[in-house]
C-alpha cells in the first residue's frame, strides 16, 4: 500500500524502476550495517545512502541524545536568538578540519553547501566565475547542478548559472591556464570524485592545485560531501595530502543520518565579506539551519567517531575490503580496478577478454549501457542479501561503501557473496537470463 500510494502521489518512476530491478522496496529496521526488510529478509549495507551511514543506522547514542534534546524543550529556531549549539558544533569542526577555518556556516544539505560556497566565493572576490571538474556531482539545486557533469542531469533546467566552467578533472596545466584569466572565484573540487568512478588524484596534485588556486586568488573549495567526516581513513580526506582549503563544504554523514545539516567551513576574511556589518547580519540564511537538533546531532555524531575511532578503523578495514576483492580479481577477468580510500571504494569491470562474456557483454550493452551494472546490483541484493549500487556517472563501477562501523565477518560476507555473484557472471546462463527479464520489465513498464 504505501509503494502504491508513493507511486500514486510522489514519483511513480522511482517505484517503477524498483519494480524493474526486482529488488527491496520495503525496509523496516535498519541497525549498525544491518538492514531488515518488511518480509524478515536481511540486507548488509554496502551503500551506507550513499555515505550518510558513517555510525552505521541509528546509532544508540545518537537516538538517545536525540530524544533528550527533544525532552528539553528548548528552542529550536527563533529566528530571533543565538542558536546555542551552533557555536559550539563550528569550535570542534574547526579543531578537526584545521585552525585556518575559523567560521562556519551551517544550512541542511550538500546542494545548499555548494550555492553557499558559490554565494560567498563571489562576494570575496567580486568575481562571477567558477570552475569546476568534469564528471563532479555536486547537488541538484540550479547553483549546485551548474557545476555538474552529466547532460543527463542538466538538459531540461538549462540555462544554468552563467561563468561556470570545467576542466578535466584535476589537470593542473587546464587550471593554470583557466586561472589566468583572472574571471574565477572558485575552483570548487571534491578530492575523491565517487559518481565519476571513485577517482583520487595523487597528493602532490592537490598541494599544486592549491598553490595555483592562491596565485590566482581563486578560492580554492573542497566539496568534502561525501569524503568527510572518516570516510576515506582521515576526518578529511584533504588531510591525506595537508592541503589547505579557502573553503570546506560538508554534510551527509555530519548528522548520522537522523538530521539534515551541512556545514560550510571557510576562512574568517571570506566570512566577513558576507557578513560584514550588523545590516548584512542575515545577507545569508536558512529557516532550519542551525536549529538544535541538528546540532546535537552533529556534536554527537562527533563524538561517536572518536569514541569509536572510526576514521582509523575506516583506514584498516578498507584495506582488509580492497585486499579481499582483489583476491577475486585474480580469478575472475571481469574485475579491473579496485580503487579506493578507507571504506569508499569503487570496483570496476572491466571489458572481458573471452569471446563468450565478450558477446554477453556486447548484447546486453545494446540494450542499455546500464544494464549488466544493475543484473550485477540486483544479484548482489536478491541472492547475496547486500545492497550497493553503480556510480552516478560511471556504469562499470560499482561501490563498496559500508557504514564505517562495519564488522570483520560483514566484510567477509560482501567478499564471499560478491565472488558467488562473479561465479554466476562468468559461468552458467541464470545471472544473464535475469538480465533478459530486467529488460523485458523494462519495456512493459
Ligand atoms: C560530492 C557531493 N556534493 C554535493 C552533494 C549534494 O548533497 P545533497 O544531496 O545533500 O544536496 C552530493 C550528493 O550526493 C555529493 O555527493
Redesign the pocket.
Known amino acids: 500500500m504505501s509503494s502504491e500510494l508513493y507511486a500514486r502521489h510522489v514519483n511513480d518512476q522511482w517505484v517503477h524502476f524498483l519494480n524493474m530491478l526486482g529488488t527491496e522496496k520495503d525496509f523496516v529496521r535498519c541497525e549498525g550495517a544491518r538492514l531488515t526488510t518488511a518480509s524478515g529478509k536481511q540486507v548488509l549495507d554496502f551503500l551506507s545512502g550513499?555515505?550518510v551511514y558513517n555510525i552505521g543506522h541509528n546509532h544508540p547514542r545518537l537516538i538517545a541524545a536525540l530524544k533528550e534534546e527533544l525532552d528539553r524543550h528548548g528552542p529550536t529556531m527563533l529566528q530571533s536568538h543565538v542558536p546555542p549549539l551552533a557555536g559550539e558544533l563550528a569550535e570542534r569542526l574547526m579543531q578537526l578540519c584545521g585552525k585556518h577555518l575559523t567560521r562556519t556556516v551551517f544550512m541542511?544539505?550538500?546542494?545548499?553547501?555548494?550555492e553557499t560556497a558559490i554565494k560567498f566565493a563571489r562576494a570575496h572576490t567580486h568575481r562571477t566565475g567558477i570552475l569546476c571538474a568534469g564528471g563532479?556531482?555536486?547537488?541538484?539545486?540550479c547553483g549546485?547542478l551548474s557545476l555538474m557533469g552529466g547532460a543527463m542531469w542538466r538538459e531540461d533546467f538549462e540555462p544554468l548559472l552563467p561563468g561556470v566552467e570545467s576542466i578535466p578533472y584535476l589537470d593542473l596545466p587546464a587550471l593554470e591556464t583557466k586561472l589566468a584569466t583572472g574571471k574565477f572565484a572558485a575552483f570548487i573540487v571534491?578530492p575523491v570524485?565517487?559518481?565519476s568512478g571513485m577517482h583520487s588524484p595523487p597528493a602532490a596534485d592537490w598541494l599544486k592545485a592549491a598553490e595555483i588556486c592562491r596565485r590566482h586568488k581563486t578560492l580554492f573549495v573542497l566539496?568534502?560531501?561525501?569524503?568527510g567526516i572518516g570516510r576515506t581513513g582521515k576526518f578529511l580526506a584533504a588531510h591525506h595530502s595537508g592541503v589547505e582549503a579557502d573553503m570546506i563544504?560538508l554534510?551527509?554523514a555530519l548528522s548520522g543520518g537522523l538530521m539534515?545539516v551541512?556545514a560550510i567551513l571557510m576562512r574568517e576574511e571570506i566570512n566577513h565579506s558576507v557578513f560584514t556589518n550588523i545590516e548584512r547580519s542575515m545577507l545569508h540564511a536558512s529557516t532550519f539551519a542551525e536549529n538544535t537538533l541538528s546540532m546535537r546531532a552533529g556534536l554527537t555524531v562527533l563524538d561517536i567517531l572518536e569514541e569509536e575511532n572510526l576514521c582509523e578503523r575506516s583506514r584498516v578495514m578498507g584495506e582488509v575490503l580492497r585486499n579481499g576483492i582483489r583476491d577475486l580479481a585474480r580469478k575472475y577477468e571481469l574485475i579491473g580496478e579496485v580503487r579506493g580510500m578507507g571504506l569508499m571504494n569503487g570496483i570496476e569491470f572491466r571489458q572481458p577478454t573471452s569471446r563468450r562474456l565478450k558477446l554477453l557483454q556486447a548484447g546486453f550493452a545494446k540494450m542499455h549501457p546500464g544494464l549488466f551494472g544493475q543484473m550485477l546490483i540486483r544479484s548482489l541484493q536478491v541472492d547475496e542479501g547486500i545492497l550497493t549500487q553503480m556510480c552516478?556517472h560511471n556504469f562499470r563501477v560499482v561501490k563498496a561503501s559500508p557504514p564505517l562501523v562495519t564488522t570483520d565477518s560483514e566484510i567477509s560476507q560482501f567478499i564471499e557473496g560478491l565472488g558467488r555473484t562473479l561465479e554466476k557472471v562468468h559461468s552458467g546462463m541464470r545471472f544473464w537470463v535475469s538480465g533478459l527479464k530486467i529488460a523485458a520489465r523494462a519495456l512493459r513498464a
Do not use: R
Open positions: 550513499y555515505c541542511n544539505t550538500g546542494s545548499e553547501g555548494v563532479a556531482f555536486h547537488g541538484m539545486t549546485a571534491e570524485q565517487s559518481e566539496d568534502e560531501v561525501q569524503t563544504i554534510a551527509k539534515p551541512s552516478g
